[in-house]
């Protein structure tokens, strides 16, 4: 087995791998740039080799820099995690011209299988179903715009070597197949040196689902089940599980067997995915092949417990598959909810900045239940602006679907994430939105359910009202401790009192608060009672509650006159008040956020690509002002309506900050 292993990626696939080769005794190497310096992964690595720059087209996609590191330090193999130069052929030719061994497929698949037009070509003759599209390179927008008239809109403008959402844009129009393929040939070129796109039919309200598959360079190749991947935001999957609850046993086969044949047809080894695009009937169409490790491997693992990444290294170093396709065993169910540096108040627009409270939940593996997040962060680390946003991958296992999202649910709540903006009130959104939780969601899912965009949750009543229970009996824990203080004056001491006016979510819950040494009965106006019981003292950021012996964990944040309540994506101010206070309370005018209807705002740190328009300039509603680029993506702001530009406050190439002023209206 190899001694000394080299991982070209950083983050938390980096420390995934490091984790299973420490379990097989073998040595690590990381490679890390400029902003990493202080990154997890090197941290956990044996050894650390420094790269270059920040920007990943300076340093981890210079291949020359990643072959210097694996030279000093004598790594035997190389394992690529996913991006960067994980489908790559030229890296990997690199490596076998010095006999340095590649932890994923032949050069000869990565070309086949990595390049998504000859995937395509390559499907088609082997009797797979394909969606309909145009192979060919494509010289330029108009040239685009002529094709995608041709196949008809709505299409899919694809970078053909790219990846994570990187490179892809929907069109709908002529206009916007012309500025899709600019944005994707940018961004395909940023992220992946290979500018070339490719159209085909976008298939609407279509399911995403891959089949997982592992090959040996002895002719054995099995699947281990599919992925459900149909929650996405930009092309970019947010929430994976497996099973899916949409395939039965038949479709589940005949996907697994067209996958093991695609992939035995390019000579394929290593662990694989072979995505699909499956209609509402079942019927299947091959959608690409990633030919690397995928983000949502863990699920798999949870519902197989088959080690990934250890049959990739067992593969590589030329071992024979130690399974065989009868041995895969679909147990439980599992689901992977990917923590993202996004802010969704925001539009779900990058946030970078310092963690300042990082604390995920304990990870657990039993016989009736899992926790598991990979990670790559810590708390007090820093979120650059140079990589991909994603930055933990929270899974929970249970015996069946249902069990599974509660146990994420209760994961959710409980994962404290501070200093940044992060997709978590999302993830618990999605856990209790009736259409997933009956698994009836398409790709479409985001779009559909939140056209506006995610402003939080509202929560129903008998929410609200076991809320309130929690926070009055919490709210008088804090009033005693504030009471007991030392140095008071004798007979000044202050009596806490037992009714309370709860306010939050724009309703008023009035409550009778009788303690005892085992916790609270809370009364609410009208005779429904709430038994509270919990160890949480004032001080602590997590709460966590049994109300009527149900759990309940609530993130909690002073403030004056209560508490920010965080749970089930809600976002709370919780206002606990005598009756003569809320009395008062009720007369103090509504304060209003300043008008900033005549600017344009920075939504999220990032660099300005190019300005659209001039000061003097008419603008039309939707008509593109800018284009900022952030964590590898390129975002294009535009017109919320009909107006006349008077201020151009940055320049193309200026990095700005969030609601830094881009430029004004009349």
């Given amino acids: ?182 944005s994707s040939k940018n961004e395909a070129a940023n992220s992946f040196g290979d500018d070339r796109i490719f159209i085909e039919k976008f298939v609407t309200q279509p399911r995403h689902i891959e089949i997982q598959v592992l090959a040996d360079s002895h002719g054995n190749t099995i699947y281990l089940g599919e992925r459900e991947c149909s929650i996405q935001r930009r092309n ?26 695609l ?100 990870e657990i593996a039993k016989k009736s239940r899992a926790v598991r997040n990979d990670t790559g962060v810590f708390e007090g680390g ?59 969601m398409t790709t479409a899912f985001i779009e559909e359910e939140f056209p506006e965009g995610f402003d939080g949750v509202t929560l129903e009543r008998e929410a609200l009202e076991r809320i309130t229970s929690a926070v009055s009996a919490m709210h008088r824990v804090a009033e005693i401790r504030r009471a007991r203080i030392s140095g008071t004056m004798d007979n000044h001491r202050r009596k806490v009192g037992k009714d309370w006016v709860v306010s939050l979510q724009g309703e008023n819950f009035v409550v009778k608060v009788k303690a005892d040494k085992e916790g609270a009965t809370v009364k609410h106006k009208g005779g429904v009672s709430h038994r509270v019981t919990s160890d949480w003292t004032p001080g602590q950021s997590l709460a966590r509650l049994m109300v009527d012996g149900a759990p309940l964990v609530l993130k909690v944040d002073k403030i004056s006159g209560g508490f920010r309540v965080r749970t089930r994506g809600a976002d709370l101010k919780v206002h606990i008040r005598t009756p003569r206070q809320a009395k008062l309370a009720a007369l103090m005018p509504e304060k209003l956020p300043p008008d900033t209807s005549k600017l344009l705002l920075c939504p999220m740190p990032g660099l300005i690509v190019k300005l659209d328009v001039t000061a003097g300039d008419e603008v039309q509603e939707g008509q593109a002002l800018c284009t900022v680029e952030a964590m590898k993506m390129e975002n294009i702001l535009r017109a919320e309506r009909k107006g006349k530009v008077t201020k151009i406050n940055a320049n193309a190439g200026d990095n700005l900050a969030v609601d830094d002023v881009i430029m004004e209206f009349e």
């Avoid at 980096?14 to 490679?31: D, P, Q, Y």
């Avoid at 210097?68 to 330090?73: K, L, P, S, V």
């Avoid at 394929?268 to 079942?282: L, M, N, Q, W």
């Fill in 1 to 182: 087995m190899f001694k000394k292993i080299l991982i070209a990626n950083r983050g938390e696939i980096a420390c995934r791998v490091i984790k299973t080769a420490r379990k097989m005794g073998i040595a690590t190497v990381a490679i890390y740039s400029d902003a990493d310096r202080n990154a997890l992964h090197v941290r956990m690595a044996d050894e650390a080799v420094h790269i270059g720059p920040a920007p990943a087209n300076q340093s981890y996609i210079v291949i020359e820099k990643v072959m210097e590191a694996i030279r000093a330090t004598g790594a035997e193999a190389v394992h690529p995690g996913y991006g960067f130069l994980s489908e790559n052929p030229k890296f990997a030719e690199a490596l076998a011209a010095e006999g340095i061994a590649f932890i994923g497929p032949p050069v000869g698949a990565i070309e086949k299988m990595g390049d998504k037009i000859t995937s395509k070509k390559i499907a088609q003759e082997a009797g797979v179903s394909t969606v309909p599209g145009y192979m060919g390179l494509i010289a330029d927008a108009e040239e685009a715009v002529k094709i995608s008239g041709e196949i008809g809109y709505p299409v899919m403008i694809k970078a053909s070597a790219g990846g994570g959402g990187k490179g892809m844009r929907i069109a709908w129009s002529d206009d916007e197949a012309r500025e899709g393929f600019q």
């Fill in 236 to 261: 970019q999957k947010v929430i994976e599980e497996a099973p899916s609850p949409f395939l039965d046993e038949a479709t589940r086969e005949a996907m697994g067997a067209q996958s093991c044949t």
């Fill in 382 to 440: 820093e979120i650059s602006m140079y990589y991909d946003p994603m930055i933990a991958k929270l899974c929970t296992w249970g015996p069946d679907r249902a069990s599974a999202i509660e146990e994420m649910r209760v994961a959710l709540d409980t994962f404290e994430v501070e200093g940044i903006g992060h997709n978590l009130p999302f993830c618990s959104a999605v856990m209790d939105h009736p259409k997933f939780v009956t698994g009836e």
């Fill in 263 to 362: 992939a035995a047809a390019v000579g394929y080894t290593s662990a694989g995915t072979v995505e699909f695009i499956v209609d509402g009937d079942r019927n299947f169409y091959f959608l690409e092949m990633n030919t690397r490790l995928q983000v949502e491997h863990p699920v798999t693992e949870l519902i197989t417990g088959v080690d990934l990444v250890e049959q990739m290294i067992h593969v590589a170093y030329g071992e024979k598959l130690s399974l065989s396709q009868s041995d895969i065993k679909l147990s439980g169910w599992a689901i992977e909810s990917r923590l993202y540096a996004e802010d969704p108040y925001r539009n779900f627009l990058p946030s970078i900045g310092r963690l300042t409270r990082y604390r995920p939940p304990e």
